[in-house]
């Protein structure tokens, strides 16, 4: 898919003073009580920084969008103790596995709407079928509330293979059940 995004943008592996930016992003788009914490994300980038990236408006500076992985082993149960919010990537991620697992994406809210999103997700599936050839399938998570990275997923492929009843718990907000959804490349 042809993408017609903004000129100043790129799509880059974090770094780590990019985690303040990413914070801000993570605070933005998810509701208390969904929200991981720095200290994950900080391993995270730890963990896998070819399979991080960030969209940077290079004429500014500022990082307004962000994608991250780990890779899995296919034995892994897809069940919620392995989805669970928060799991130490450090232990999940295998870079001899086979399975790409998408933790976390997001957008400034008011960076959304201009395909900077799909941008980032496909420069982080190319990033991987590059570097990562062994892998041959993408799996992620998403509620079912959230419509636009939904929309995402199915317009570039991605398939439900199941749900999790009630799995996200925001505060003072119902239960939301998660979609489980898979791409073979
Ligand atoms: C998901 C997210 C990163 C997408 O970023 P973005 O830069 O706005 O994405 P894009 O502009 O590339 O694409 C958005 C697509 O969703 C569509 N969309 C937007 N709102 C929508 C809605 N309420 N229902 C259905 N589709 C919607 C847009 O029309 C666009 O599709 P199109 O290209 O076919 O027109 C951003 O919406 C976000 O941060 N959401 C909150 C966090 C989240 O849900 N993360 C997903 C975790 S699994």
């Keep these: 898919m042809l993408l017609n995004l903004p000129d100043s943008i ?3 592996p974090v770094r780590p003073q990019d985690l303040n930016a990413v914070m801000e992003i993570e605070k933005g788009a998810f509701d ?4 991981e914490g720095s200290d994950l994300y900080e391993k995270r980038i730890d963990a896998f920084r070819d399979g991080f990236l960030v969209a ?4 500014t500076g500022q990082v307004g969008a962000y994608i991250c ?3 899995w082993h296919k034995d892994m149960a ?3 103790e392995t ?3 928060g799991h130490d990537p450090q232990k999940a991620h295998n870079p001899q596995g086979t399975q790409l697992y998408i933790t976390s994406f997001a957008a400034r809210s008011d960076w959304r709407g201009r395909q900077i999103g799909t941008g980032l997700f496909q ?4 990033r991987i079928r590059t570097k990562y050839p062994a892998v041959d399938e993408f799996i992620l ?3 079912e509330k959230w419509n636009a990275a939904h929309h995402i997923y199915e317009k570039g492929g991605f398939k439900e293979i199941g749900r999790i009843i009630n799995f996200f718990t925001p505060d003072n907000k119902p239960e939301e059940d998660a979609i489980l959804m898979r791409k073979a490349l």
């Design 83 to 85: 989805l669970a919010l």
């Design 123 to 126: 420069a982080l599936e190319k």
């Design 69 to 71: 992985s780990e890779i």
């Design 32 to 35: 208390a009580g969904v929200q």
């Design 10 to 12: 790129l799509f880059r």
């Design 78 to 80: 897809l069940d919620s």
């Design 141 to 143: 998570i998403v509620s």
């Design 56 to 59: 940077e408006d290079y004429e």
